[in-house]
């Protein structure tokens, strides 16, 4: 089955971090880009990280630029946010995502990160 | 960074009837716009990408059309199933962004 499923999700406090990881399987992983996107409680959808096939580059939005870092193992057919200095605001749940020409054609089921004290 | 402008924010319609959702560009993005379906609790769902080219099993009566600043999507013969969030995204230029969704609702 085609499917991405995001874990490591939970409840951090104000400046602390935590790494999320997305598996995927039932296609060929190193052949796609993919992405981090989040929603806050109630609201719209935020784009937050690219990387590329091999994982030379990545993209990010300002919003979490130097706190957050994305990479990939394609050898696990795996990708991962590394989330530092996490603030209340950062409170969301996270989708991993595969980015092909512009647009995300499969998402996972999201994973919930807290931040609060 | 590019802005995109969904209206209506929220909408009410019966069974049936013809729903349309526009999205304006703070620039020209030519066709660089998709459009996602969002289930309450669930993961956006890719319905339409470059404005108007439908996703694999994506129902016909979905639709989507524009260019440049101004694109439209449109639900032909709602269904109760359609019930929903749906969001924009441009991908012409970085950071990508979405609009801010329009909620669909039946009457």
């Known amino acids: 089955e085609v499917q991405l499923v995001e874990s490591g999700g939970g409840l951090v406090q104000p400046g602390g971090s935590l790494r999320l990881s997305c598996a995927a399987s039932?296609?060929?992983?190193?052949?796609?880009?993919m992405s981090w996107v989040r929603q806050a409680p109630g609201k719209g959808l935020e784009w937050l990280a690219n990387i590329n096939l091999v994982g030379s580059q990545e993209y990010y939005v300002d919003s979490v630029k130097g706190r957050f870092a994305i990479s990939r193992d394609n050898a696990k057919n795996s990708f991962y946010l590394q989330m530092n200095s996490l603030r209340v605001e950062d409170t969301a749940v996270y989708y991993c995502a595969r980015y092909q020409e512009g647009y995300f054609d499969l998402w996972g089921r999201g994973t919930l990160v807290t931040v609060s004290s | 960074d590019l802005q995109l402008t969904q209206s209506p924010s929220s909408l009410s319609a019966s069974v049936g009837d013809r729903v349309t959702i526009t999205c304006q560009a703070s620039q020209d993005i030519i066709n660089y716009l998709n459009w996602y379906q969002q289930k309450p609790g669930k993961a956006p769902k890719l319905l339409i990408y470059?404005?108007?080219n439908m996703e694999t099993g994506v129902p016909s009566r979905f639709s989507g059309s524009g260019s440049g600043t101004y694109f439209t999507f449109t639900i032909n013969s709602l269904q109760p199933e359609d019930t929903a969030t749906y969001y924009c995204?441009?991908?012409?230029?970085?950071?990508?962004?979405f609009g801010g969704g329009s909620k669909v609702e039946i009457k």
């Open positions: 995204q441009q991908y012409d230029d970085l950071p990508l962004t």
């Open positions: 039932g296609f060929m992983f190193s052949t796609y880009f």
């Open positions: 470059d404005a108007s």
